[in-house]
């Protein structure tokens, strides 16, 4: 095993990657912006390197200043958490390059998953269901509407290099279709720098549920069950539970199995996670895209198997094998986002956070970037702590997240916290027949 | 006359319209960023852009004045 590793992100992540990190009696060395040197993660690092001013261009997207960072420190290994590098081929290569451990997949897996038209294509090739859609990119709006035509209304249009929502919309009509297509054509060059823009059919009324992967050392790879990510706004998760309420046993084990075939069929290694969406009536389901990283909502997999998934990424890379020989999972776990926003449009709410009050109790685990003091600033996304519950079924974890909400405080800014309270009383919710159109509706009600 | 303000901390990113611009009700004036989210400013009111206070790459406080509406 390598002696020290480099953490090349931020905020909870880089806080949740840092304590196992340093469990496994490793070294861990923080990497910060000007805007997040008074944050937990870069005290709870053995040793923190300033990149440079808050906007990540400057800092934590700075390929040149994180390996730099990592050289000044005699890093041995680099995690990049999840956003920012931890999806970019490039940055991985020029890690192995500099002769550290990549944390992640070989960067071909990263780069053949990570275009998401290329990513489709090696799917059908490896029998993993997709949704109608194109082989190649769209080049201008007026392909855009001639596919649709063909692949069927509704469709969703989306770039692909992209991620998070960003840039993606469904159109049910020609005009929308064009006006869809422009929207994810500025957002694909903006955000990804990469202009190529796909279509697929849009599944309505469907459930967003994912396979989380581990690819071992010695080539196989294995699932871990999957997490249901439907409640989601603008396209981004809030609140994801394993198991699924919506995927029945037969199901979950041919998306199992899909998924490790996926995974094989780019030789992936590490963690990774297997998207798909799933038509709960039909009990069917497509790939949507692969992510070639730890997830944001791992806690809960690490809940219900009591894996961490942190210690085999480190293991994975080491070459050494898993520490768990069964990975069945048990009882039921769900994760609540806690986002500086507010709670009915859900918009941005920066600022300084005066009162910050953790719950703490049977079945509550908390992952937080934050803490009494700190400011939230305005450069990164909004996810302020992850409040993920345990319980034996899914009644006992649904009671042990209301009495978490109730007792989390939060105050100088405006959080989602509201918002659960009222998804813990929405009927659907409750029944676990929700779709990724609950957000929306709850909203329209 | 109709005050634009800032409903949070955020990046002015684009500058849509310009002083002397005949704008109506629901027409984008500026958009800010903030979080990775884009958020555009309207127009609340038909009228003309009378002022304009930010500039692409400014950063605005909640409650910073955006652009007066006349």
Redesign the interface.
Known sequence: MFESVLVANRGEIASRVIHTVRAMGLKAIAVYSEADAELPFVAEADEAILLGPAQPAKSYLDQARVLEAARRTNAQAVHPGYGFLAENAEFAQRVIDAGLLWIGPDPLAIARMGDKINARNLMIEAGVPVSPGVWEPVPDADTAVEEAARIGYPVMVKAAGGG?G?GMSAAHDEAAVRKAYETARTRAERFFGNPDILLERYVERARHVEIQILGLADGSVIALGERDCSVQR?HQKIVEETPSPGVGAELRERMLAAAVRAGEAVGYRGAGTVECLVDPAAQDFVFLEMNTRLQVEHPITELVTGIDLVEQQLRIAAGEPVSFTSAEPRGHAIEFRVY??DPQRF?????EIKVWEEPVGEGVRIDAGYAEGNTV??????LLAKLCVYGADRPAALRHAQAAIDNFRIEGLKTNLPFFTELLGDAEFTAGTYDTGLVDRMRAR | MAEVRA?????VWKVVVAEGDQVEDGDTLVIL?????E?PVLAEDDGVVARLDVSEGD?VQ?GDLIAVIE
């Open positions: 998070g960003i603008r500086a926003e918009l941005p709410s920066p600022g600033t305005p450069f990164y996304d909004p | 409903e949070m901390v955020a990046n960023e903030s979080m990775k989210m958020i950063v909640e």
